[in-house]
């Protein structure tokens, strides 16, 4: 296997003390170095990591007002926890909120909601919750009962970020932060070349606080601060073919540790032309939402919801209102669409 | 040109959802499929059943499968200016279904030329001149390799002489022919041993090629390979010189590589080698445990799950720009006709005129990204080290840098100086580049004159 083994090939003799502090018995290794450490030097090395990336990267200015994107789950907890702490230890200045949104979806938002409530209380932030049914009109249970469970995360994904920067909006917040780390941008990166979608990722993720650590240290600090947690798959995910490029990803990381930030690297040097890197920034017609085509992806997507034309805005665009391409509807292209909707030149006989 | 793509999305596992199949949660779609009763396509013969699970089957009879596949190949082939009268071309040959498709592809193409050479009265176009190469592996995997070796290659040689007319040299080449078999015990990383091999194998088919007077090197690589590749550059983190290795063309090298099977998936390949008998040789290889095999598993899983998800990939990988080096050059030779001189103009169009790249990297042969290169490099670092790029640092080169003058000298000469050969090709293509809106005259006319 890789280089790292060789370090931490047991040898016999006297126990093995912390590699930073050579006081406390070691707890765990990291995955990266295969260093052992304790308990404590693991949370400040963890959240000494997070310091130095907020610094370097001159994340924040004294006095703003920053949303953490809350869901409840692992990476928002830690995120929230390790922000608040932060904030208090090196004097940060900022003013934090805590932003959560509610898909709708009995019996696993529910419960993660009542999480984040808790870490309201806990952590002492403030909790603002955005619903899907406040901002769409549609709840995620309404959605797949309409169009089952094959394009259902699509949606959510679209329409979460959506809410995540309108409800930052509405809240008059300078900066939102994302608990994103690099295994899911990663992943995000793969998910792109395999269904197609090259250029978009680049300007996705804004803020990014945990680029340097992976998905297992974030986990094991959870675990081991005890952290108020919701830890269940979404109901609707079964089918969520994001599982392949996460299981991948695990083997990947478990074979070269390194791999998951060469992905992110990869993604950054692509050699994408000019022409399809900055979509020109204009505003949804619809909604007024930022958009670089006439209308939004959330507001094609409704369309499609309101219409019953549930395949809409899925896939690539085929004509209809962002008309991405003039050509004539192929008879293969118009499997989605009602033979009302077609013009009468366009069908095949 | 649009028939041939209706053809193309037609045929098993390729191109877009908008082949009105179920895409999203690909459960396997065979027993979807309505029994065809005729030839999609002639709608005269009856359809080919291949009973291999795979996706399309019984959609096409023999012929119209056949001409599918290899129409996908002569278009690759003409409109790339790939093969053309006047060249002699080196099929490399491994024995795998891939490469024995190529193979019988060329010698298809070339007997046809053979044909119309003998039916022509002023016989001015030459029919193009193919010979065969098989590298000898077994010096880097003596326990696996040796005993299965010699018969190999007799069947290689036999298969060649099969061939023709017209007749075909074979060249074998013993790999260690271009480097001291020590180089491969000093890399640790297993991924990284893998690589440097594929290397090396490239710099061994160079070498023949150049010296045997070849000008093409015609590589099997087919739509899944190149999508496993997509998939391990990526996890790399060689992101920027992928673009390079997926086109049709790749004229980075001495003797430019060519692909005309990039358009065509594993299925139809296998499928070819079954109904037309063509035999293949699989050498067994010790078991390789690093990341490429990962990357090819997952392919296999996913393809299983959405039978077009290979050509997806590459599809996707192919909005990247390629550099200027992934088209035949059109100064490379004047006996080029001049249809094929003006598609290669109209075709090169898309291709990025600004000349960035200043150098590769001695191993791979990877464009250097321009902050790769001076990222953590120091006035006393070893050259070889600063030339590289940051995946071969990590993976080939020794951790220490104490080893680092002696694997160099290990290093086969070649890998040096292919870059500084190509540095001074570059430079001249550049500035051709550069001032070609100057000049007064275009390619013909210069020729002409």
């Known amino acids: ?215 297992i240290m974030i986990h094991t600090y959870a675990y081991f601060k005890k952290l108020d947690y919701f830890s269940t798959e979404c109901i609707y995910s079964p089918n969520a073919y994001r599982g392949f490029a996460r299981e991948f990803i695990k083997d990947l990381e478990r074979l070269r540790p390194r791999a998951i930030l060469d992905i992110i690297k990869s993604g950054e040097d692509f050699r994408i032309a000019t022409t399809t890197k900055m979509p020109e920034q204009g505003t949804c ?20 919801l309101n219409r019953g034309l549930p395949k809409m805005g899925i896939g690539r665009a085929r004509g209809g209102v962002n008309g991405g391409d003039h050509k004539k509807e192929t008879k293969a292209g118009s499997t989605v669409k009602s033979l009302e909707s077609k013009q009468c030149g366009s069908l095949d006989f | 040109m649009c028939s041939i793509l209706a053809m193309a999305c037609n045929s098993s596992g390729c191109e877009s959802g908008s082949c009105g199949r179920d895409k999203e949660n690909g459960r396997s779609k065979v027993e979807e499929v309505k029994e065809e009763s005729v030839c999609l396509k002639c709608k005269s013969n009856e359809p080919m059943k291949f009973g291999d699970g795979g996706s399309d089957d019984g959609r096409f009879c023999a012929d119209c499968f056949r001409s599918n596949v290899y129409g996908k190949f002569r278009l690759a082939v003409t409109s790339h200016a790939m093969i053309t009268p006047s060249d002699n071309v080196l099929v490399a040959f491994s024995g795998g279904s891939s490469s024995r498709v190529a193979l019988q592809f060329v010698h298809e193409l070339q007997v046809k030329a053979l044909k119309n050479y003998e039916a022509s009265r002023d016989r001015s176009l030459p029919v193009f001149g193919v010979g065969v190469a098989f590298v000898d592996e077994s010096a880097a995997f003596p326990a696996a390799l040796s005993g299965e070796m010699g018969d190999a290659v007799a069947w290689v040689r036999s298969t060649v002489l099969s061939m023709s007319p017209p007749e075909k040299d074979l060249h074998v080449v013993p790999i260690e022919s271009v480097f001291a078999l020590k180089l491969l015990d000093s890399v640790s990383d297993e991924t990284g041993k893998e690589d440097l091999l594929l290397h090396l194998k490239m710099l061994s088919l160079q070498k023949v090629a150049s010296e045997n007077g070849y000008n093409r090197l015609v590589v ?147 464009p250097l990204n321009g902050s790769d290169s001076s990222e953590g490099y120091h006035e006393s670092d070893n050259t070889l080290y600063a030339a590289c790029c940051s995946s071969c640092r990590f993976q080939i080169l020794p951790q220490d840098r104490s080893s680092l003058e002696h694997f160099g000298s290990l290093l086969p000469h070649h890998m040096v100086s292919q870059a500084k050969h190509h540095q001074k090709v570059d430079s001249q293509t550049y500035l051709r580049e550069k001032i070609k809106d100057c000049l007064l005259m275009d390619d013909e006319e210069a020729e002409a004159v």
Not at chain 1, 78 to 103: K, M, P, Q, T
Not at chain 2, 346 to 352: E, H, T, V
């Open chain 1, 1 to 215: 296997m890789e280089k790292g083994e060789a370090k931490s090939k047991k040898a016999g003799g006297p126990p093995r003390l912390c590699c930073i502090c050579n006081e406390r018995r070691p707890v765990l290794k990291r995955p990266k170095t295969l260093q052992q450490i304790c308990r404590e030097c693991f949370y400040e090395v963890f959240e000494e990591e997070i310091h130095q990336v907020i610094v370097k990267n001159r994340l924040f200015k004294s006095g703003e007002r920053v949303a953490i994107g809350a869901s409840g789950g692992k990476d928002s907890t830690v995120l929230a926890y390790v922000l608040s702490e932060l904030n208090r230890r090196h004097s940060y200045g900022l003013d934090l909120f805590l932003l959560s949104i509610d898909e709708g979806i009995t019996g696993y938002r529910d419960d993660s909601l009542e999480t984040v409530k808790r870490n309201e209380l806990q952590y002492g932030l403030p909790l603002q919750i955005l619903s899907y049914k406040d901002l769409y009109g549609w709840t995620m249970d309404d959605i797949v009962k309409m169009i089952g469970l094959k394009n259902n995360c699509t949606f959510c994904g679209v329409f979460r970020r959506q809410a995540l920067d309108r409800g930052a909006a509405l809240l008059k917040v300078d900066k939102l932060v994302t608990g994103h780390n690099a295994d899911d941008i990663a992943e995000t990166v793969l998910l792109n070349i395999l269904r197609g979608d090259i250029a978009r990722y680049v300007y996705i993720y804004l803020f990014l606080i945990m680029l340097s650590l992976g998905y």
């Open chain 2, 220 to 366: 099997g690589s087919c739509t899944s390979r190149l999508a496993s590749h997509v998939l391990t550059a990526t996890v790399k983190g060689r992101g920027y010189s992928l673009s390079a290795d997926i086109q049709h063309v790749d004229a980075r090298w001495k003797v430019p590589i060519v692909m005309p099977l990039r358009d065509c998936v594993w299925q139809e390949i296998t499928r070819l080698c079954h109904l037309d008998g063509l035999k293949t040789v699989e050498l067994a290889r010790h078991p390789q445990s690093g990341i490429n095999d990962l990357v090819s598993s997952f392919v296999a899983l996913l393809q299983e799950e959405n039978p077009s998800r290979e050509c997806t990939i590459v599809r996707t990988a192919a909005k990247l720009t390629p550099f200027y080096f992934n088209k035949i050059p059109e100064t490379d030779d004047s006996c080029v006709p001049m249809a094929t001189q003006r598609r290669l103009k109209k075709f090169n169009l898309k291709y990025d005129g600004s000349m960035t790249t200043e150098a590769f990297c001695p191993i791979c042969n990877g």
């Open chain 1, 285 to 304: 017609e619809r909604c007024g939402y930022i958009s670089s085509q006439k209308w939004c992806k959330a507001c094609v997507l409704l369309e499609g």
